[in-house]
């Protein structure tokens, strides 16, 4: 497995880094076949899994109920949870105890918060020794407020995002998330901070990408954001589907091959 150390060392060496998330077993599986170096369960899962109308619906249960599932299907890749909406920016105490519990429960490596508000709680992690990735620009879990399209398009706007950014650093995040930006602000940013700086949306310039599992594979997803480029296409999956279903209809499956040979009628008395 890498490690925060690695990263840092890919950073400094100019080596990209890659970011997918994984939501269950089979995902984190091929996650770590294809060599993806941090696998991020994200709250994204309320939509590509669960079928929430936003992130805002996702719960602390349903983060670990998946997570757990992702750590049995990948033990070798540092895997990043996300906390979910309400969960953080409750009082000191409840936040500290919300990360300890999704922490320790789901055995990640790191968690992931959403927004600058969170450097108190990022500092008391890092003090506690739980690693926390940050999450700016773009904070789906604010959709509310922000909406979903670029965040820092104005001169204010990026100032504001690369003095948060630089707060993240300060505050012990690890590394730093940058979604939905300008790809010359998310440049200046990851060449400020000395954490790594992983963008969605972002631009090239980074110090990795990040992007969501069915998203890159056209997997029950109806919405392709501009930043989404599809590796490959799971709606082929329906047509396979369409297939069992005809051939179940016409008499073709089972064929022989796909029937035990042994015969225990003759012994039978029926
Ligand atoms: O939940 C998620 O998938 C994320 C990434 C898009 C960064 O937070
Ligand atoms: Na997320």
Same mark, same amino acid.
């Given at each position: 497995?890498?490690?925060?150390? !690695? ?5 400094? +060496? ?99 918060? *959403? ?63 940058? *979604? ?37 594979? +056209? ?13 490959? !296409? ?12 005809? *051939? ?17 009628? !003759?012994?039978?008395?029926?």
């Amino acid at each position: 497995m890498k490690f925060l150390h !690695d990263f840092m060392n890919m950073k400094s +060496n100019g080596e990209k880094m890659t970011m997918l998330t994984a939501y269950d077993y089979p995902s984190a599986k091929q996650a770590e076949q294809a060599g993806i170096e941090t696998i991020l369960v994200g709250d994204s899962l309320g939509m590509t899994v669960l079928g929430y109308e936003s992130t805002v619906q996702v719960t602390m249960q349903d983060m670990k109920h998946h997570a757990k599932a992702v750590r049995r299907g990948a033990r070798d890749t540092f895997m990043v949870v996300d906390m979910p909406f309400g969960t953080v920016g409750v009082d000191d105490k409840t936040d500290m105890e919300n990360a300890v519990e999704l922490y320790q429960e789901t055995n990640a490596n790191a968690l992931k918060m *959403e927004g600058a508000h969170t450097a108190p709680l990022i500092k008391r992690c890092t003090q506690s020794g739980i690693p926390v990735v940050a999450h700016l620009g773009l904070t789906p879990q604010s959709f509310g407020i922000t909406g979903y399209k670029l965040q820092a398009a104005s001169k204010e706007a990026a100032e504001e995002l690369i003095a948060d950014a630089k707060l993240m650093e300060q505050s012990g995040a690890v590394m730093l998330v940058l *979604e939905a930006i300008p790809s010359d602000l998310a440049a200046t940013i990851t060449k400020t901070l000395s954490i790594p700086v992983i963008g969605i949306g972002a631009g090239a310039d980074t110090d990795g990408q990040v992007l969501v599992y069915h998203d890159v594979l +056209n997997y029950g997803v109806d919405r392709k954001p501009k930043f989404v480029k599809r590796y490959g !296409d799971f709606t082929t999956g329906v047509d396979a589907l369409k297939a069992y279903h005809e *051939e179940v209809k016409a008499g073709l499956f089972p064929s022989p091959e796909f029937t035990y040979k042994k015969q225990i009628m !003759d012994e039978v008395d029926a």
